[in-house]
């Protein structure tokens, strides 16, 4: 049994050893470019390829499922004008009278200023009446655990608001 292990160490030392006279394959060296003609342009790299994702039905597993897509208007609740305006954002300016009934001007959070009629509607409620004094909007309460889903806010006159104080 000692000759058996003797022998394969020698047959694995041998098979270790390198060649005697073998030379190490070298690098592969550009030819020098002859004189008057332009260097050699090396090989352009093959192109590489693009995934595409092809979703058949199903949804893309590389976008964000918290819902910040580039789409703003399904994330924005709020519109241009009047019916983007709560309640409490809007400030009366005016009460004018025009064709028999009574529209009233009123200022937003942007200090721009709108004309609004009786049944105009608002973010968080709708106008029910205009009187001389302001406005009266009835309010949808945003509250699960009221029992009033509505309410009638007064929102008078800026002048008639200093008046009170």
């Not at 020698?10 to 592969?28: D, E, F, I, N, Y």
């Not at 979703?55 to 789409?71: A, C, V």
């Not at 924005?76 to 709560?86: H, N, Q, V, Y």
């Not at 929102?155 to 008046?163: H, T």
């Amino acid at each position: 049994m000692a000759r058996a292990t003797s022998a394969l160490i020698v047959l694995t030392v041998v098979t270790l050893a390198p060649v005697v006279g073998a030379q190490a394959p070298s690098p592969a060296k550009p030819a020098p470019a002859a004189q008057g003609q332009p260097p050699a342009k090396p090989a352009a790299p093959p192109p590489q390829e693009t995934y595409t994702y092809r979703p058949e039905g199903r949804r893309d597993p590389f976008l964000n499922l918290i819902g910040t897509g580039t789409d703003a208007k399904i994330t924005s609740r709020r519109g241009e004008g009047p019916g983007g305006m709560t309640v409490a954002e809007i400030t009366v300016r005016g009460v004018m009278q025009s064709r028999g009934s009574l529209v009233a001007m009123i200022q937003g959070p942007d200090n721009k200023t709108y004309i609004v009629h009786q049944g105009d509607k608002l973010l968080d409620g709708t106008i029910k009446s205009i009187t001389p004094q302001g406005l009266i909007v009835a309010q949808e309460v945003n509250d699960p655990l009221s029992l009033i889903k509505q309410r009638e806010v007064r929102k008078l006159l800026r002048s008639l608001e200093d008046a009170k104080e």
